[in-house]
C-alpha cells in the first residue's frame, strides 16, 4: 500500500509536468498542431440541420443493443428527459426527443457552462491572454472579491478553475486560498469576467470565435440571466442544444483537436479532466470525474468510491442542476447528453439518475461477437 507521502509526491510530480506541457503549448501560439489519441480520430462538424456525425455505421456504433437501448429511452422519459443523445464513435446510436421537445430544443444548462468556460480560459491560456498562476487581482483590479484585500490577492486563476478559491456564496473569506475546496458559483463567474476583460468582449461573441463556429455548435449561445452576483453584476448562462453539447463531447474526446485542427490545447484538456487538487480527488477543472477513491459534492460534502459507480472509471462529466448532463467515455468511445427538467432530486451537480442511467447505458452495450 502506497503511503500518503508517496500519493502527495506522485500528485506533485505529474502536475508539475502537466503544468510544464501546458506553459510549453501557450508559448508556442495557438495555431499548434496537438496529437489525437490512438482510435480517436478528429471528426468534422455537423451541419444544423443533420445528427451530430453522419457516417456510414462504425463498428463502435454497431456494438449496441437496439432493445436495451429502448428501454434506456423508457427510463429517461419517464424521468422528465426532454432531449437524449448517445453518440457512439462517429455517429448517434440513440437520438430520443420527448414532450414535445425535438432536435431544435435548447435551454439553459446550468453549470454544464463552467466546463465549457473552462476550455475558454484553456484557449486564453493558449494564446497567452493570462496564465493558471496570475492572480485574479491583476486582471479585475482590487476589490473583485468580498474580501480583505489581502487574502483576495493570493487567489489565482488555478484557484477558481478548481474551485479553491477560499471564498464562499457571496464571496466572502472563509480559509486561504488552496486550503479548501468550496462549490461557488460567484467565483466560478469571474472566470468570465477575466476572459472578458482580456478580450475587451463579451463571452458570447468570444466563444462563437474561440469554439462555438469552429466545430459546429449553432445553436449554443451564452445569454444574461434574471438577477445578479454577490457583487451586484449580471450573471449569464449557457442556453444550447443535446446535439452542440454532443459536438462539445466529440472535441473533448478527440483532446481539443477538430478536423486536424487545435482548438483547445491537449495538455489543458488533459489537467482539466484530471484531479486537480488534493482536496477532491473527483474535481478537474470544472469537470467532474469518475473512477477515484471519493470526493467532495456540492457545496462541500463527502463521499466515498466512484462517483458513478456503474460507468466507466474513465468517464469525465459536466453536470448542471436539474439534471442537464454530458458525460465524455474514451474507454468505450461514447458521448452522452441528457437535458430536460429535474428527474427528482433538486441537487446541484450528481443525482441518483446518473447510476440508473449508466446502469442502463452501460447494460445496452452489445457483447463482443
Not at 428527459?81 to 453518440?87: D, M, N
Not at 477560499?166 to 461557488?184: E, P
Request: net charge neutral; hydrophobic share 45%.
Amino acid at each position: 500500500m502506497r503511503t500518503a507521502c508517496a500519493v502527495h509526491l506522485e500528485f506533485t510530480m505529474r502536475h508539475c509536468l502537466v503544468a510544464f506541457l501546458i506553459t510549453v503549448v501557450a508559448c508556442s501560439g495557438s495555431q499548434a498542431s496537438e496529437p489525437s489519441t490512438p482510435g480517436d480520430a478528429p471528426v468534422p462538424a455537423a451541419p444544423p440541420d443533420s445528427p451530430p456525425a453522419a457516417a456510414a455505421p462504425s463498428a463502435a456504433a454497431s456494438a449496441w443493443d437496439p432493445a436495451k437501448l429502448d428501454e434506456l429511452a423508457a427510463y429517461a422519459e419517464s424521468k422528465s428527459t426532454k432531449a437524449l443523445l448517445l453518440v457512439a464513435g462517429d455517429q448517434p446510436v440513440l437520438e430520443r426527443y420527448f414532450g414535445g421537445a425535438d432536435a431544435s430544443f435548447t435551454r439553459d444548462v446550468a453549470s454544464v457552462q463552467k466546463s465549457v468556460t473552462s476550455m475558454l480560459a484553456a484557449i486564453a491560456i493558449g494564446k497567452g491572454l493570462f496564465k493558471l498562476d496570475d492572480t485574479v487581482t491583476s486582471s479585475l483590479g482590487v476589490g473583485w472579491s468580498n474580501a480583505a484585500e489581502a487574502p483576495e490577492a493570493q487567489i489565482t486563476m488555478r484557484h477558481l478553475l478548481t474551485m479553491t478559491s477560499g471564498l464562499d456564496a457571496n464571496l466572502g473569506y472563509v480559509a486561504s486560498a488552496g486550503s479548501t475546496w468550496l462549490y461557488n458559483d460567484d467565483a466560478f463567474y469571474r472566470v468570465r469576467l477575466v476572459i472578458e476583460k482580456k478580450t475587451g468582449r463579451e463571452v458570447d461573441a468570444v466563444a462563437h470565435e474561440w469554439l462555438f463556429d469552429r466545430i459546429g455548435m449553432t445553436t449554443s449561445t451564452f445569454d444574461r440571466r434574471l438577477g445578479k452576483d454577490s457583487k451586484g453584476l449580471p450573471v449569464v448562462g449557457l442556453r444550447t442544444s443535446a446535439r452542440d453539447l454532443a459536438l462539445f463531447g466529440r472535441l473533448l474526446r478527440a483532446r481539443g483537436t477538430w478536423n486536424s485542427e487545435t482548438i483547445v490545447p491537449a495538455a489543458f484538456v488533459d489537467v482539466a479532466t484530471s484531479t486537480s487538487q488534493e482536496l477532491n480527488q473527483s474535481y478537474g477543472f470544472l469537470f467532474w470525474l469518475n473512477g477515484k477513491s471519493g470526493g467532495l459534492l456540492p457545496p462541500s460534502t463527502p463521499f466515498t468510491g466512484p462517483l458513478v459507480p456503474s460507468a466507466p472509471a474513465d468517464a469525465f462529466a459536466a453536470l448542471g442542476a436539474s439534471d442537464q448532463k454530458l458525460y465524455v467515455v474514451r474507454s468505450l468511445d461514447v458521448v452522452f447528453v441528457r437535458l430536460g427538467d429535474s428527474a427528482g432530486e433538486t441537487r446541484n451537480a450528481l443525482s441518483s439518475f446518473d447510476e440508473e442511467l449508466w446502469k442502463r447505458i452501460v447494460a445496452a452495450k452489445a457483447p463482443p461477437k
